[in-house]
């Protein structure tokens, strides 16, 4: 078998002890996958990298070589190949999509496994419960950042600044006091209150000062835009709150 039209590459990247490169590993697994024979040049510790930095006067590892031609990092070897590569300032409703549909999944395998059927009244109450208590959880790993990004457009918390400290406790209480049907006095008030204010303060920023901002809805270190899926949000706890609480009556 003729093997002229074989594919290689040659791989340099750091493997020690106590460290081995993720990029590298990326980078041989992109360049296998694309039908490369990967000669694969192990450093193996920190003088062998420093010596090989030098050499080609690169600041990081691991580096591609195609052809002799030096392609460059993992980021450098996926745009060579032709594949998509993620601006991390780019704007992106993703990691809402992704948890409002791991929410409703989660919805409707609780409703099957305790009735038996998938689509009831009681999957849209654990869809929003579950939601709550997912975005919740998002912005309470990092309570200093999701306040502060909080702060750039909720109405209450620009008056009372600790109200971006309580306002993920709130939720994450509102939402697991929900998932259980229990105090619905105290749950249904709070999902109502908070998803009033929000709404309201998401509504002035977006289409009255038509500002553009990021929202604080999955926590604080993400570029989800402030717009309709934030207003959304908040308008699912407002209709929570209010049919939670009818039924107190």
């Not at 081995?20 to 024979?37: A, H, N, Q, Y």
């Not at 200093?144 to 600044?161: C, G, H, I, P, Q």
Request: with cysteine; aromatic share 12%.
């Amino acid at each position: 078998m003729s093997t002229t039209n074989k594919k290689t590459a040659q791989l340099y990247r750091m493997s020690t002890d106590k460290h081995t490169c993720p990029f590298g590993l990326k980078s041989k697994d992109l360049l296998k996958r694309e039908g490369f024979e990967v000669e694969d040049h192990i450093l193996a510790n920190r003088e062998e990298t420093d010596a090989f930095k030098e050499k080609h006067g690169v600041e990081t590892t691991p580096q591609t070589f195609i052809d002799g031609e030096r392609i460059g990092g993992y980021e450098d070897l996926r745009r060579h190949l032709g594949k998509i590569v993620k601006d991390p300032d780019k704007k992106t409703y993703r990691p809402v999509i992704v948890l409002f549909v791991m929410a409703a999944l989660t919805a409707i395998a609780a409703s099957f496994s305790s009735s038996g059927d998938a689509f009831t009244i009681k999957t849209a109450e654990w869809f929003v419960s579950f939601s709550m208590v997912l975005l919740a959880m998002l912005k309470l790993q990092d309570v200093e950042k999701f306040s502060t990004m909080f702060l750039n457009y909720d109405l209450l918390a620009k008056r009372w600044v600790p109200y971006g400290y309580v306002y993920p406790f709130a939720e994450g209480l509102a939402g697991v006091l929900m998932v259980s049907g229990t105090l619905i006095w105290l749950s249904a008030p709070i999902a109502l209150f908070i998803g009033t204010v929000g709404a309201v303060s998401v509504f002035k920023a977006v289409y009255i000062d038509k500002r553009e901002l990021k929202c604080a809805c999955v926590g604080g270190g993400n570029n989800v835009p402030l717009g309709f899926i934030s207003l959304t949000e908040n308008l699912m706890m407002v209709g929570m709150g209010i049919y939670m609480g009818s039924k107190l009556f």
